[in-house]
């Protein structure tokens, strides 16, 4: 079981890594590609949205793609989660639920217990 416990791990690990660089990636190219427009006394108005447009819905497509993998609760079937997928009605059930966890891993956060004098 400890080798599903890395894998999960790792799982989670990459997922975050991915929503990072997604979000990073959308809005570099969102944030770079809007500074080049249409000139503004351009003669005739072109048929089709300009390549530096659909450039930044393309990454602001990307960003929300890499925010949503942010948003999503860590999946550990290895620590007793039965689905990852769950209704609107059973979400509510799941959260309240589980114990905290860390973002990054999905790993139960351990009580700190007060030193004793």
């Known amino acids: 079981m400890a080798s599903a416990s890395w894998y999960w791990r790792l799982f989670n690990i990459a997922a975050r890594v991915l929503g990072l660089a997604f979000l990073g990636g959308g809005l ?3 944030g770079l590609s809007s500074s080049t427009r249409v000139p503004v006394g351009a003669s005739a108005v072109p048929a089709s949205l300009p390549d530096s447009e659909i450039a930044v819905i393309t990454g602001l497509v ?3 793609l ?9 999946f550990r079937p290895d620590l007793g989660e039965t689905s990852a997928l769950v209704g609107p009605v059973g979400a509510k059930a799941a959260r309240g639920a589980r114990r905290p966890y860390r973002w990054w891993t999905g790993e139960p956060v351990r009580a700190r217990v007060p030193p004793s004098n």
């Open 28 to 30: 570099a190219l969102a």
């Open 62 to 64: 990307v960003a929300a």
């Open 66 to 74: 890499g925010a949503l993998l942010l948003a999503v609760r860590p």
